[in-house]
């Protein structure tokens, strides 16, 4: 697979970040093994990155991921032996698993990720079937797919503490669907092992307490290897009581933009990075690039059109937008094909199973590439995301790729931590 141009390799400070890494593979290991022994590693996740050349930090955090079918396909042995660690930690005697998706028959693309996903685990020893929520789905519905796969949605029952489909009794529940609207009865109180759990779901979970569990991973790593850990950690901070129809809350996303650019503008010259900085602000919940948009001084925030206001009241589901996560923007320096792109990055359990770098033709460096109009191009980097170097094989692939895995790593550790303490209140990353 040929290895997309990058514009980072123009850019000098990220080598040196890299470096340190690499240099420090055996001390990063082995400290990761020790957190994954101290921590309920969370069942799967991806990790979206972006690297300005100066900085290669995540800027959001997936625990339901839902593009298993842009991964290589020759990552699938790697896929295969993750899952089967993954299913023996959470249900040893696994044997059969009830798949729930997201409501999206209607999007061919997630519903090829279900097959995928599916596919994983039927090579992974497992009975899979997939249960839909959709009160619609009244009896087995096969749907085929471009691909020429195909899938078969069923109705759920539910028998006291215990659901299933027809003539299936499956021992754990895998989650697909990352609860936007919250839980339905139906999946409440089970006696079956739900995975991941109900309060992983973005009605329960936010970006801010993820990127406050994470704040302390960071810090922990870069005392690790002895780097600043601004260069792969975004500062935030969190509103709350928004309406941005009605300019309610506006002065808290001013303020908050405003302080973290002051700081920005001090790292930036510190670096001699020569663009302006900027932050995103984003709905503080939920996925599928919704709620998002970018800004490079607090004043934009009161003068916003009507088009945007609506753009930033209302989440996936029509989920109303009351909280934000004002978050530092990172730029994005890679390329591919002279368009812009950011790697996502997947895992099962603790293991990096592969990934893809999300490309967006009409977007620019310092926005959101997570919007109508994107494609996706799977990372040429099987080996090297795993390894630190390949220097001795020829057309070797950039070792950019070994960094990403650890930075997604410390991101999904920061998961683990903040599922583990999700009654913890959110607090603002930015340095006094």
Excluded at 39 to 58: E, M, Q, T, W
Aim: hydrophobic fraction near 40%.
């Amino acid at each position: 697979m040929p290895v997309p141009h990058l514009s980072t390799a123009l850019r000098g400070p990220i080598l040196d970040l890299e470096n340190r890494i690499i240099n420090a593979m055996p001390t990063i290991e082995h400290w990761l093994r020790g957190k994954w022994r101290s921590h309920s590693i969370p069942f799967y996740c991806s990790v979206d990155l972006r690297n300005s050349g100066f900085k290669l930090a995540p800027v959001d955090t997936n625990l339901f991921p839902g593009g298993f079918n842009n991964l290589n396909p020759e990552f699938m042995p790697i896929c295969v032996q993750a899952m089967m660690s993954a299913v023996e930690k959470i249900c040893p005697d696994a044997h059969s698993i009830l798949l729930i998706p997201e409501n999206h028959t209607r999007n061919i693309f997630y519903l090829q990720n279900v097959a995928t996903l599916q596919n994983i685990m039927q090579h992974a020893g497992l009975n899979v079937r997939i249960g839909s929520l959709l009160p619609e789905i009244k009896t087995a519905t096969p749907i085929d797919l471009p691909d020429g796969n195909s899938i078969t949605l069923e109705p759920i029952t539910r028998k006291n503490n215990k659901i299933s489909v027809a003539n299936f009794d499956p021992c754990a529940i895998l989650l697909n669907n990352d609860l936007t609207s919250g839980s339905p009865e139906i999946l409440q109180n089970l006696d079956q092992v739900i995975i991941p759990p109900l309060h992983a779901g973005w009605a329960t979970r936010s970006k801010s307490n993820h990127f406050s569990a994470y704040n302390k991973v960071a810090n922990e790593f870069a005392d690790l290897i002895g780097i600043d850990p601004w260069l792969i950690n975004p500062y935030f901070a969190s509103c709350g009581e928004i309406n941005f129809k009605d300019k309610r809350g506006e002065d808290c996303v001013a303020g908050a933009t405003n302080r973290i650019l002051s700081i920005l503008k001090e790292k930036y010259t510190q670096y001699g990075v020569k663009e302006d900085p900027f932050v995103i602000v984003k709905a503080d919940s939920g996925t599928y690039g919704m709620g998002i948009m970018t800004v490079k001084d607090g004043a934009d925030v009161y003068t916003l059109n009507r088009k945007q206001r609506n753009k930033m009241t209302v989440a996936k589901e029509g989920a109303q937008v009351t909280n934000v996560l004002v978050q530092e923007g990172v730029y994005t320096f890679e390329t591919i094909n002279e368009a812009v792109a950011e790697p996502v990055i997947y895992m099962i359990d603790r293991y990096v199973v592969g990934g893809f770098y999300r490309v967006h033709t009409g977007r620019g460096i310092d926005e959101n590439l997570n919007a109508p109009g994107m494609h996706f191009v799977p990372l040429a980097f099987e080996s090297t995301c795993l390894l630190p170097s390949c220097a001795a094989q020829p057309d070797c692939v950039p070792n950019r790729f070994y960094a990403y895995g650890v930075v997604a790593r410390l991101a999904l550790l920061a998961a683990a931590v903040e599922l583990e303490q999700q009654d913890v209140v959110s607090q603002e990353a930015i340095p006094a």
